[in-house]
């Protein structure tokens, strides 16, 4: 017999640790595989981070890290132990303290626990289901669903396009009892309780014969909402350069359409995984209007002085009309000496399997190259380039690995066979389902000006 249980921890104790700041968590289903067949008798807990604003975090049990660097929407294996009483804490990934959260739980024989992190960071809250190890009946799988969007209404979950609701008016912090379906693939929708609305599309949901699963919708409404078209500026920086250069960033958003636009900056530092980006709060924008951010980095993200910031932005918005122009400039006593760079939207990024070429690559006493490289996805993905001398020898074919929405630049990328003018790299990326940007950038020794070369 399957068990659920809801239990708010006695003796629970949050303090101490700061919210990850904005981070995008839109609202999202992660579906877990309970897997039944494998408790071998004993206890077995599996962790799910579901609060949108928290940091990654260790989960140390009676004072022995158990599951490291647990990130948001991102499970643990199961792990099993003896029944009897544990001390559980949280601490920041790598720290051993704050202790943002302890607890003692009480864990019986032949029982798996799924123990979710729910809410705000302010309010974090464990919510933990229980299960016996049964299965269901054979051609038959079972699925259960918690609702873990702390500003998402209740929600029914029905079979999509208008169909039946297969489980009614779930709410914040509930779940529903196990369902046992037909072995198949589904397309199924949460939808706003009592209404036709929908909240969160299922789609392909599959569960196999003997499946046993939980379904857990996770992240924010308010960090989706009609917020839905990106665009990037591949190359931003608050940060000291070669010599006595100092760069920064400053960015023109300009509304082309014809209604009020809402958007936010988000910030992708280099060599960083920024699936969960820093953001900025929303900004509206009129109709025909311009807005400066001058030294972006500095005045949106507060990054400051002495901070070495390189990277990237984005913006998220509800609009597919805004214009974006960038410019990245050194500060010197002679004025200033500036790298412009246009904003790209997401479906003009170079997709996959399209080769794009970057000319004009010099790497003399005089002036230097480097490329610059932006993952324009959330996954993920392998960036392969080859570098070719003015007289079309090849000197080099490589690649690299970037993670979510990384970015990175490669500096003097001719510098070994130096003197070069007019060399030139093909970049490309094969990974399924990738999109990317790149530019290249040639910069005068004596004054650090920049010039940019854009793909072809």
């Given at each position: 017999?399957?068990?659920?249980?809801?239990?708010?921890?006695a003796?629970?104790?949050?303090?101490?640790?700061?919210p990850s700041?904005?981070?995008?968590t839109?609202?999202?289903?992660?579906?877990?595989?309970?897997?039944?067949?494998?408790?071998?008798?004993?206890?077995?807990?599996?962790?799910?981070?579901?609060?949108?604003?928290?940091?990654?975090?260790d989960?140390?049990?009676?004072d022995t890290?158990?599951?490291?660097?647990?990130?948001?929407?991102?499970?643990?294996?199961?792990?099993?132990?003896?029944?009897?009483?544990y001390?559980v804490?949280?601490?920041?990934?790598?720290?051993?303290?704050?202790?943002?959260?302890?607890?003692?739980?009480?864990?019986?024989?032949?029982?798996?626990?799924?123990?979710?992190?729910?809410?705000?960071?302010?309010?974090?809250?464990?919510?933990?289901?229980?299960?016996?190890g049964?299965?269901?009946?054979?051609?038959?799988?079972?699925?259960?669903?918690?609702?873990?969007?702390?500003?998402?209404?209740?929600?029914?979950?029905?079979?999509?396009?208008?169909?039946?609701?297969?489980?009614?008016n779930?709410a914040f912090?509930?779940?529903?009892?196990?369902?046992?379906?037909?072995?198949?693939?589904?397309?199924?929708?949460?939808?706003?309780?009592?209404?036709?609305?929908?909240?969160?599309?299922?789609?392909?949901?599959?569960?196999?014969?003997?499946?046993?699963?939980t379904?857990?919708?996770?992240?924010?409404?308010?960090?989706?909402?009609?917020?839905?078209?990106?665009?990037?500026?591949?190359?931003?920086?608050?940060?000291?350069?070669?010599?006595d250069?100092?760069?920064?960033?400053?960015?023109?958003?300009?509304?082309?359409?014809?209604?009020?636009?809402?958007?936010?900056?988000?910030?992708?530092?280099?060599?960083?995984?920024?699936?969960?980006?820093?953001?900025?709060?929303?900004?509206t924008?009129?109709?025909?209007?311009?807005?400066?951010?001058?030294?972006?980095?500095?005045?949106?993200?507060?990054?400051?002085?002495?901070?070495?910031?390189?990277?990237?932005?984005?913006?998220?918005?509800?609009?597919?009309?805004?214009?974006?122009?960038?410019?990245t400039?050194?500060?010197?006593?002679?004025?200033?000496?500036g790298?412009?760079?246009?904003?790209?939207?997401a479906?003009?990024?170079i997709p996959?399997?399209?080769?794009?070429?970057?000319?004009?690559?010099?790497?003399t006493?005089?002036?230097?190259?480097?490329?610059?490289?932006?993952?324009?996805?959330?996954?993920?993905?392998?960036?392969?380039?080859?570098?070719?001398?003015?007289?079309?020898?090849m000197?080099?074919e490589s690649?690299a690995?970037?993670?979510?929405?990384?970015?990175?630049?490669?500096?003097?990328?001719?510098?070994?066979?130096?003197?070069?003018?007019?060399?030139?790299?093909?970049?490309?990326?094969e990974?399924?389902?990738?999109a990317?940007?790149?530019?290249?950038s040639?910069?005068?020794?004596?004054?650090?000006?920049?010039?940019?070369?854009?793909?072809?």
């Amino acid at each position: 017999m399957i068990r659920n249980v809801f239990i708010v921890v006695a003796g629970f104790v949050m303090l101490g640790l700061a919210p990850s700041i904005d981070a995008a968590t839109p609202l999202n289903a992660v579906i877990l595989d309970d897997d039944p067949a494998g408790n071998m008798g004993g206890a077995r807990v599996k962790v799910l981070h579901a609060s949108p604003d928290a940091p990654a975090v260790d989960i140390l049990v009676d004072d022995t890290v158990v599951f490291a660097n647990v990130a948001f929407e991102d499970p643990t294996d199961f792990a099993e132990v003896p029944a009897g009483t544990y001390n559980v804490k949280v601490v920041p990934t790598g720290l051993t303290e704050p202790v943002v959260i302890e607890a003692d739980l009480d864990l019986m024989a032949a029982t798996d626990y799924l123990v979710v992190a729910t809410d705000l960071l302010a309010n974090i809250t464990p919510v933990i289901l229980t299960a016996d190890g049964s299965s269901p009946a054979a051609g038959n799988a079972w699925v259960r669903f918690l609702h873990a969007s702390p500003d998402a209404p209740a929600v029914d979950i029905a079979v999509a396009d208008g169909g039946p609701v297969l489980l009614s008016n779930v709410a914040f912090q509930a779940f529903t009892e196990y369902l046992p379906v037909p072995a198949g693939t589904y397309d199924l929708e949460a939808r706003i309780a009592g209404t036709s609305d929908v909240a969160l599309a299922l789609s392909g949901v599959t569960v196999e014969d003997g499946g046993v699963y939980t379904a857990v919708a996770t992240g924010l409404v308010a960090d989706i909402g009609a917020l839905d078209n990106f665009y990037f500026v591949p190359a931003a920086a608050r940060a000291d350069g070669v010599g006595d250069s100092f760069f920064v960033t400053d960015i023109d958003v300009n509304n082309g359409g014809g209604e009020t636009a809402t958007y936010k900056v988000l910030w992708l530092p280099r060599g960083e995984d920024n699936a969960e980006p820093a953001m900025s709060d929303e900004v509206t924008i009129e109709p025909g209007e311009t807005t400066r951010w001058k030294d972006v980095l500095g005045t949106v993200f507060g990054v400051p002085d002495g901070t070495d910031a390189l990277g990237a932005v984005a913006f998220i918005s509800d609009s597919e009309d805004l214009l974006f122009f960038s410019r990245t400039f050194n500060v010197s006593d002679a004025g200033t000496f500036g790298q412009a760079i246009p904003g790209i939207p997401a479906d003009e990024l170079i997709p996959a399997d399209t080769m794009k070429r970057i000319l004009f690559f010099t790497e003399t006493d005089d002036f230097r190259s480097n490329i610059g490289i932006l993952n324009g996805t959330g996954e993920p993905m392998t960036i392969q380039w080859r570098r070719y001398t003015a007289d079309g020898t090849m000197v080099e074919e490589s690649m690299a690995d970037l993670p979510a929405w990384g970015n990175v630049q490669l500096n003097q990328v001719f510098g070994a066979e130096a003197p070069v003018e007019g060399g030139y790299i093909d970049v490309w990326t094969e990974t399924e389902g990738a999109a990317f940007a790149a530019y290249g950038s040639v910069l005068d020794n004596t004054t650090s000006d920049p010039t940019t070369v854009l793909p072809q």
